[in-house]
């Protein structure tokens, strides 16, 4: 369902990466002969962020097994990449992998505490279950980006399930504010509350 969508890719600056990039970071990796092994030894091995831009161009290409092999190593050179993190988390969420994404996110959020994003995401995971621990979780999204309306939007929804109106129609007119497209995805108790109230007529016009 639309409402649930995952925020799937952070990608930022790193999304330059291609096909082409994660090719040569294999070939670079994988040579045979005596002659290729000898030039590889004097090339710089890929830094962290382009196997990280590497990774993400495989996962933006449907490849998550190729994406995580990336990941596993930019967090063997750097353990604190709350990107790679992320997206492990991603992939497992996706993949169905509960557990395993929460573990993810929840590195993520050890390194970035208002990291919106997995703090959205982990949010998901738990509105069923945990209610109340998913509803702490997009406070703290909303927290760190008031922007965030899809984290209104789920806001809204748990504050309605509560029957606390006035709450749910503040999370919901948050969301439609900066994002008018979810006015569809808002119940239709709050909906009309948020519509845009016609123009007043001008003094002595028709009405």
Same mark, same amino acid.
Do not use: C, H, M
């Given at each position: 369902m639309k409402r649930r969508q995952l925020l799937v890719v952070l990608s930022g600056a790193a999304a330059v990466a291609t096909g082409l990039m994660s090719w040569s970071v294999v070939a670079w990796a994988a040579a045979t002969s005596n002659t290729e092994a000898r030039a590889s030894s004097k090339q710089t091995p890929p830094s962290a962020d382009a196997l990280l831009q590497a %990774?993400?161009?495989?996962?933006?290409? %449907?490849?998550?097994?190729?994406?995580?092999?990336?990941?596993? !190593?930019?967090?063997?050179?750097?353990?604190?990449?709350? !990107?790679?993190?992320?997206?492990?988390?991603?992939i497992a969420h996706q993949d169905g992998r509960a557990a395993e994404a929460r573990r993810a996110y929840d590195k993520a959020l050890k390194i970035d505490p208002a990291f919106s994003s997995a703090l959205y995401n982990e949010a998901l995971l738990l509105e069923s279950t945990d209610p109340d621990r998913a509803m702490g979780l997009l406070e703290r999204a909303v927290g760190a980006d008031p922007r965030a309306a899809t984290a209104h939007l789920h806001? %809204?929804?748990?504050?309605? @399930?509560? @029957?606390?109106?006035?709450?749910?129609?503040?999370?919901? @007119?948050?969301?439609?504010?900066?994002?008018?497209?979810?006015?569809?995805? !808002?119940?239709?108790?709050?909906?009309?509350?948020?519509?845009?109230?016609?123009?007043?007529?001008?003094? %002595?016009?028709? @009405?």
């Open positions: %990774g993400i161009a495989a996962q933006q290409k %449907g490849d998550p097994q190729g994406a995580s092999r990336f990941y596993g !190593v930019v967090l063997s050179l750097d353990p604190q990449n709350k !990107v790679a993190w992320y997206n492990l988390g991603v806001l %809204g929804d748990l504050w309605a @399930r509560r @029957r606390r109106d006035r709450e749910a129609a503040e999370e919901f @007119r948050s969301a439609v504010a900066t994002d008018p497209s979810l006015l569809s995805q !808002v119940p239709e108790a709050f909906r009309d509350s948020l519509s845009p109230s016609p123009a007043p007529s001008p003094a %002595g016009s028709p @009405r």
